[in-house]
């Protein structure tokens, strides 16, 4: 549930733009720039939230950051400008970044490794459903009431989020380690210091992107371009990519568990997505429908494998794996952002097709650097086939693993 409300946050604001853009007189790059700062703030503050989970532990953070997040979204309905707006969606973003790699660990935390797969799956899947109805559900919300409605709705739900967590979310962690400055870099320096995980999001910091502006940037596309295309109809092509990602998921998750390469996963769907991107401005609106559905699965495939893919390096075992999944994710996010706001004034500046264009070749260009992550698993895919595996599956520093049976 709070991940899914967590995600509704993070894709209201993009079902609205154009209202945003017309109430507030912002022009289209500035626009890029409310977007932007939201990702910058969950990219910045992301290695901060590995840190602390390292020290207060996945639970109490996450929750927390639920707080946090939904303070920020509701403070986001009264902004009086696109620069106000700006500064609050960047707090939001931060909030966005305690919540992420923290829950993330949490649900990890709960099943043996072999397992996770499907579950990381699932996970992502819930950031899905959220993000669809925040697509969706944001611009009906936004047509009747207005912008502000369609954000204050996203702020309130994530404080009750918040709220409800400590009661429906188990107890697993050991009590959290009291540590000092220099015992927490000694904890987390061999993370941090992760060739291979430096790698992987280096090698999907354009993929990010590019899912990204599909999904925020194609209502204010559709409303240059397309004029005649309802609100509805513009929300709904991203809103249909969103919903093929849920079952998507699960199944990359059960692909990424069985024996064989993971990276090989990455290529094939990673290629296959930047192609999709690059015929979005040349494909008529039936085409579309294919193209976003097709989208919606590579997506899920996708990043279901590529936060699964840390649990099994060496470096992210145990109570590091937090702190991974964070690094990860804001070198996506914070490359990410600077990309979408490129894209905004590549749009503004030249035009709308060689900014889709801009974006399907960045998606592929650094997926090269896949080559220098360990991602080959063994045949049987039982524990003893990956080093590190048997001991991934037993407590750890804070996280407790119980025996059960994991996006």
């Given amino acids: 549930m709070a991940r899914a409300v967590y995600a509704f946050n993070w ?5 609205v733009l154009p209202l945003v853009g017309s109430a507030l007189s912002a022009t289209t790059p500035e626009l890029g720039i409310v977007l932007g700062a939201f990702l910058a703030g969950a990219g910045i503050f992301q290695v901060p939230a590995g840190l602390a989970a390292l020290r207060w532990g996945n639970r109490a953070v996450s929750i927390g950051a639920l707080g946090l997040m939904g303070a920020f979204g509701v403070a986001s309905a009264f902004a009086p400008n696109w620069v106000v707006l700006a500064g609050l969606r960047f707090g939001a973003g931060a909030g966005a970044a305690f919540f992420f790699a923290p829950a993330l660990g949490l649900v990890a935390s709960y099943y043996p490794t072999g397992t996770r797969g499907p579950i990381i799956g699932l996970y992502n899947s819930g950031f899905s459903l959220g993000s669809g109805v925040g697509l969706f559900a944001g611009a009906l919300v936004g047509a009747e009431f207005g912008w502000a409605a369609a954000l204050a709705i996203g702020g309130v739900g994530l404080l009750v989020a918040g709220a409800v967590s400590p009661f429906i979310l188990p107890r697993t962690e050991a009590a959290p380690t009291a540590r ?7 904890a987390s320096r061999p993370v941090l210091r992760s060739r291979p995980l430096w790698a992987l999001a280096v090698s999907f910091i354009g993929l990010w992107s590019a899912f990204y502006v599909a999904a925020q940037y194609f209502v ?3 409303h240059a371009i397309h004029p005649g295309w309802s609100v509805a109809v513009a929300a709904g092509l991203p809103t249909l990519m969103i919903a093929f990602e849920i079952p998507a998921g699960p199944l990359g998750g059960w692909l ?6 993971m990276r090989w996963i990455l290529v094939v769907f990673g290629a296959l997505s930047g192609v999709a991107i690059l015929l979005i401005p040349f494909t008529p609106l039936v085409g579309l429908v294919v193209l976003f559905a097709l989208l919606g699965v590579f997506d899920g495939i996708i990043w279901a494998v590529l936060y699964l893919l840390p649990t099994y390096l ?7 794996l937090s702190l991974a999944l964070a690094l990860l994710n804001a070198i996506n996010i914070f490359g990410g952002s600077g990309l979408a706001v490129a894209f905004a004034y590549v749009a503004t500046y030249s035009s709308y097709t060689t900014a889709w264009l801009f974006a399907g070749v960045l998606a592929v260009l650094p997926m090269p650097l896949l080559l220098l992550v360990r991602g080959h698993r063994g045949v049987s895919g039982g524990p003893a086939s990956h080093p590190g595996r048997a001991a991934a599956s037993s407590p750890s520093g804070g996280d407790a693993r119980p025996a059960r049976s994991g996006p």
């Avoid at 894709?11 to 079902?15: H, K, L, S």
């Avoid at 000092?180 to 000694?186: K, M, P, V, Y």
């Avoid at 060496?314 to 590091?320: H, I, K, T, V």
């Fill in 180 to 186: 000092g400055t220099r015992a927490l870099w000694a």
């Fill in 220 to 222: 204010q596309y559709a």
């Fill in 314 to 320: 060496p470096e992210s075992q145990g109570e590091g």
């Fill in 11 to 15: 894709y209201n604001i993009g079902a």
């Fill in 256 to 261: 990424a568990e069985r024996p064989g390469d």
